[in-house]
């Protein structure tokens, strides 16, 4: 693993799109420190479909294509790549045609949860993306209130073959410890298959795709290159190598609806 040749799945950085950066100056910004962090290939992923964004497929290759002329312009070594971050939702299926992939046959697609629990249509969502060739990436499950209260909810769609990305940031402790502790009990029970930073211009939203990497060194030092092999091939659409899955510690807090 090279660590300035990094790929980042999961990222907020095209300019005024969503939540992530407002202004095309912010998103420069944004790519500097990403380099900084070792990183070299970025999936962008504004919110598609959820409360508040709807960025079209469409719209979004074209953004990706005027800010990769921006950042060759500026000498930035950056490659960026279309995505979203698809939010569940019941419209999914009858919108899939607008749904941009990790990959760009879309084997894979980055699944966002609400973030207080989980909707019981998944487990149904879940078997209609396999029914049409597609793998569902749980974007930080660390951080979903009702996964963190009951850990076994990811081990079960585990059971059912969906994979999960981890946030940098929760595995270097920025959301608190308790997020912490359980982004690393998903790493040891092969929940999670790949770190990603879904970075934002905001405080406490940066990268730390390098910080993340040493964790998961220090916790195995066979990790950092497992974890980085599959971010690559994720994004070229390639099967990613299962590894054993355990069923997690329970977790102490309670979940409430």
Known sequence: MKINNLVDLHCHILPAIDDGSPS??????????AVVDGIRYILATPHHMDRHYLNHAGDVAAAVKVFQAELDANDIPLTIF???????????????????????????LLLELPHEMVPSYLDEMIFQLSCEGITPVIAH??????????????????????????????LVGTFGEQVQRTAKEFVKCGLVQVVASDAHALK????AMTKAYQVLNEMDSQYPERFATNA???LNGDKIKARRIEVPRKQRKHWLS
């Open 24 to 33: 095309l100056e912010a998103s420069l910004k944004l790519a500097r420190q």
């Open 82 to 108: 279309p995505g979203q971050e698809v939010h569940l939702n019941g419209q999914l299926i009858k919108n899939i045609d607008d749904v941009l992939g990790i990959d760009t046959g879309r084997h894979y």
């Open 141 to 170: 499950p660390e951080r979903n209130a009702q996964i963190i209260a009951e850990p076994k909810r990811l081990y079960k769609l585990a059971e059912d073959g969906v994979l999960a990305q981890v946030t940098a940031t929760s």
């Open 204 to 207: 406490n939203r940066g990268f």
């Open 232 to 234: 690559r091939n994720l």
